[in-house]
């Protein structure tokens, strides 16, 4: 009898063993990734500022070549950027060798070829600052000091997703005009005193052109991704119907992530985590019409989602369009180090790092007090969406560790 028992209790303290091996290995484990998401944190925030300063110090290659190569499946540009200043300068002052319309789309941009070859996307200011855009959270034209936010928004965040976006100024008559193609010259018009055009887009009417502060226009240029990675277009799972009385199935069935989750490329790999990020990413800056994303082609879900054309942020900073979170409140799922990156920019730390990464920008400043105090506000709002899932469903559950192979079935 005491054999018995003494190997009942061999096996009761085997098994004990067993699971506090286990339970501190991965506290072990998770403590060495919020560290390091912390070092990472405090790395991004030391290289806020960027000062635009055309110097680039040992290379020989041009800033086209080094923003090219920095492209990866994952990110378009790295953590450490010593030479983004360089880029970023070039981006706001290289000639312009050619302007076109942009491509296709519904809103009104142009294409512009810069010296040494690179392409850009301008898109001309609309609105000032403080103007605020009424009606459903989409409306209203693209805002072109969205775009430039929401890139030193994706680097505050550390998701590394947007293309490099920087505000330019540039004289339509002596800039523009002189390298113009006829189908971009013929939408040129005068009025009043001031220069204006309208190019071609779904929306772009004769009647509603972007004009100059005489002949010089405010705008932001955003870089072209390199040809070698060409884009393959994706429906949102989330999108929006744009029709008035229609839902998508999203706005009305709460298990509808059950289904996205069955589907490819959201039943395996990133894809599913990067469009909760993108959720997380698009409230905060107000952002209702993602209705479609980019990936590179050929990934087979293993690209990063890339954070494109986010004109349509910052309309209304009275506006918290809840909806845009459904992904995150819908699958109850996020990045343990988009969680944590979170924490870190709570009690005014988003609002004061964004104005700081912003500051050196030619179109400085970039947004009014009060889109900045909205995000702020919208943070709080994300927060608490992430305590309700664990609340429901468990930390373990909920917060998922992104370095690791990923399953959403």
């Known amino acids: 009898m005491k054999l018995k028992q003494r190997a009942v209790l061999l096996v009761i303290l085997i098994i004990i063993f067993i699971f506090t091996k286990v339970f501190l290995i991965d506290n072990l484990d998770t403590s060495a990734a919020n560290r390091e998401d912390q070092r990472a944190f405090h790395r991004m925030m030391a290289s806020l500022r960027v000062e635009l300063d055309p110097r680039l110090e040992h290379t020989l290659q041009s800033p086209w070549e080094i923003a090219a190569q920095w492209v990866v499946p994952r990110e378009v540009y790295p953590e450490e950027t010593p030479e983004l200043g360089a880029i970023m300068h070039a981006m706001a002052t290289k000639k312009i060798i050619k302007a076109d319309v942009g491509y296709k789309g519904t809103q009104l941009k142009a294409l512009l070829i810069l010296e040494g070859g690179q392409k850009v996307v301008f898109k001309p200011k609309r609105y000032s600052r403080d103007y605020v855009v009424e009606g459903e959270p989409y409306a209203g034209y693209d805002r072109h000091n969205a775009e430039v936010a929401a890139f030193h928004l994706d680097r505050i965040l550390g998701f590394r997703r947007a293309p490099l976006v920087v505000g330019r100024f540039v004289n339509l008559r002596t800039e523009i005009k002189p390298v113009a193609t006829e189908q971009l010259l013929s939408t040129f018009l005068i009025l009043g005193n001031n220069t204006c055009f309208y190019g071609k887009c779904y929306y772009c009417r004769e009647t509603e052109p972007a004009c ?198």
């Open 212 to 409: 100059a502060e005489g002949d010089i226009m405010e705008g932001s240029v955003t870089l072209w991704l390199p040809d070698v990675w060409p884009l393959q277009k994706h429906r949102h799972p989330w999108g929006r119907t744009y029709r008035e009385g229609k839902l998508a199935r999203w706005e009305y069935d709460d298990s509808y992530c059950d289904a996205v989750k069955k589907t490819s490329p959201y039943d395996s790999g990133p894809r599913l985590l990067d469009i909760v990020d993108t959720a997380v990413f698009d409230y905060l800056i107000g952002n209702a019409d993602r209705h479609h994303y980019e990936s590179f082609q050929d990934d087979e879900g293993a690209s990063m989602l890339i954070l494109l054309d986010n004109a349509k942020s910052f309309g209304n900073p009275t506006l918290d369009e809840r909806s845009i979170l459904a992904p995150l409140y819908q699958c109850c799922i996020i990045r343990v180090s988009t969680w944590n990156r979170l924490n870190y920019l709570k009690n005014g730390v988003l609002k004061s790092a964004l104005k700081s990464a912003m500051a050196h920008d030619p179109i400085s400043p970039v947004l009014s007090d009060a889109h900045l105090d909205a995000m702020d506000q919208r943070l709080l709002g994300i927060l608490a969406t992430v305590k309700q899932c664990t609340d429901q469903f468990g930390t373990d559950t909920v917060l998922v560790e992104d370095r690791m192979t990923l399953s959403h079935l």
